[in-house]
T-cell receptor, first 117, second 111 residues
Framework: GAVVSQHPSWVICKSGTSVKIECRSL??????MFWYRQFPKQSLMLMAT?????????EQGVEKDKFLINHASLTLSTLTVTSAHPEDSSFYIC?????????????FGPGTRLTVL | GQQVMQIPQYQHVQEGEDFTTYCNSSTTLSNIQWYKQRPGGHPVFLIQ?????EVKKQKRLTFQFGEAKKNSSLHITATQTTDVGTYFC???????????FGQGTELSVKP
């Protein structure tokens, strides 16, 4: 199956700093990428949908100025958590959607665990 | 907005017992997908169901999609300790659209 990578896999930062997370589709072109957040023992919550070359669409309750998304190419999307605070500590997962194989499918990255001290 | 409800939240079984988790959507879906997430890991795609009334099997796992394309179930026969994890359903209203995840069912298996 198609491969989606995320970098870094985990990050620890101080409160007030910004953290950038990369999501790459390694062997296919992703027309759309999705960013999710998952708190411990909870489900995945969609944060935003990004299409290459256009502004991301944020879900209700997600601050677009705090979670900056850039989808610069068909294989790369980045999520920047600006001025991170302890309550932003979470597991951030991206998925990439594109034609890979016989049908369109979403492929998930391995996730990035963010801890804000 | 669109919601996908999943029950039960937790299920503890003895190894060898069967397990079922159920999902119900507030709206008709284009398709439903199932994922498994091991503790500390990320969701891993299991299967996608597209057709009304569809039933698919993967070894001991049986997936069903309701006739109205609003509900789905995952049944595991004779659970094993390797089945431990959280099982999520996720529905799409249109192919390529956003996935709405259910709350997940955490399965623990006692050897």
């Amino acid at each position: 199956g198609a491969v989606v990578s995320q970098h870094p896999s985990w990050v620890i930062c101080k409160s007030g700093t910004s953290v950038k997370i990369e999501c790459r589709s390694l062997d296919f072109q992703a027309t759309t990428m999705f960013w999710y957040r998952q708190f411990p023992k909870q489900s995945l919550m969609l944060m935003a949908t990004s299409n290459e070359g256009s502004k991301a669409t944020y879900e209700q309750g997600v601050e677009k100025d705090k979670f900056l998304i850039n989808h610069a190419s068909l294989t790369l999307s980045t999520l920047t958590v600006t001025s991170a605070h302890p309550e932003d500590s979470s597991f951030y997962i991206c998925s990439a959607y594109g034609l890979a194989g016989l049908w369109d499918e979403q492929f998930f990255g391995p996730g990035t665990r963010l801890t804000v001290l | 907005g669109q919601q996908v409800m999943q029950i039960p939240q937790y299920q503890h079984v003895q190894e060898g017992e069967d397990f079922t988790t159920y999902c119900n959507s507030s709206t008709t879906l284009s398709n439903i997908q199932w994922y498994k997430q091991r503790p500390g890991g990320h969701p891993v795609f299991l299967i996608q169901l597209v057709k009304s009334g569809e039933v698919k099997k993967q070894k001991r796992l049986t997936f069903q999609f309701g006739e109205a394309k609003k509900n789905s179930s995952l049944h595991i026969t004779a659970t094993q300790t390797t089945d431990v994890g959280t099982y999520f359903c996720a529905g799409q209203r249109n192919q390529g659209g956003k996935l709405i995840f259910g709350q997940g069912t955490e399965l623990s298996v006692k050897p």
